[in-house]
């Protein structure tokens, strides 16, 4: 079946610019999981969303940074005014239960550039 | 290609051998662990997990040890192939959720050479 689908796959912003990046998670998971990833790093932890809740936004590093779910399916996380540092591969990871014994499968990521 | 690589330690080792690939966890209330392999321009898979409760399990070829004490994670790969090449994160469930909030080492870059 049909895994975690990120689009779009690579993305260049220029700074300033504002950007969207959408996930299409396992039909029917419930949990969904945004991670950051900087060139040569694990990733790391952004925001986690039960259904439609957004219960963890812990890892959001700024303000610019936001994300929704507002149908409990499709995920999207929105960065306002890019910064250089924002450049990363960003990765949507969605699992069946809610509990953290469910394995979650992970997207492609999308690549962002920021110039 | 990207060049993931660059402060990651690396393991080079050739086709058939055994390969063992160790991590350091950070958070002795950690209760779940998972090993992901990750090839250049995709996500991380999963390879296999073991809880808190159990010091070692076995999948295909792979074999996860886990030592509480010293808080150490390693992941054993039987008769190594080129397509294991890739980068391998550990993962410790531990931020104190429910929900699998995953914390991922450094990575190690591993190479099979044919």
């Known amino acids: 079946g049909a895994g975690v689908s990120q689009s779009p796959r690579y993305k260049v912003a220029k700074r300033g610019q504002d950007v969207a990046l959408r996930c299409d998670p396992i039909?029917?998971?419930?949990?969904l999981f945004w991670y950051q990833q900087a060139l040569g790093q694990g990733p790391e932890f952004l925001t986690y969303?039960?259904?439609?809740?957004?219960?963890?936004k812990s890892g959001l590093p700024s303000d610019r940074f936001f994300a929704e779910r507002p149908e409990g399916s499709v995920s999207t996380l929105k960065i306002q005014r890019t910064q250089q540092e924002d450049s990363a591969v960003y990765l949507c990871?969605?699992?069946?239960?809610?509990?953290?014994?469910?394995?979650?499968?992970f997207g492609p990521g999308t690549r962002l550039t920021v110039t | 290609g990207e060049s993931v690589g660059l402060h990651l330690p690396t393991l080079s080792v050739q086709e058939g051998d055994n390969s063992i690939i160790n991590c350091a966890y950070s958070?002795?209330?950690?209760?779940?662990f998972i090993w992901y392999k990750q090839e250049s321009g995709k996500g991380p898979q999963f390879i296999i997990d073991?809880?808190?409760?159990?010091d070692k399990r076995q999948g295909q070829r792979v074999t996860v040890l886990l030592n509480k004490t010293v808080k150490h994670l390693s992941l054993q790969i039987a008769a190594t192939q080129p397509g294991d090449s890739a980068v391998y994160f550990c993962?410790?469930?531990?931020?104190?959720?429910?929900?699998?909030?995953?914390?991922f080492g450094q990575g190690t870059i591993l190479t099979v050479h044919p």
């Open positions: 073991i809880r808190s409760n159990m």
């Open positions: 958070n002795s209330a950690s209760d779940y």
């Open positions: 990871a969605s699992s069946k239960g809610q509990s953290g014994a469910y394995e979650q499968y």
């Open positions: 969303f039960q259904n439609e809740a957004q219960l963890d």
């Open positions: 039909s029917g998971h419930v949990s």
């Open positions: 993962a410790e469930n531990s931020g104190g959720t429910s929900y699998g909030k995953l914390t």
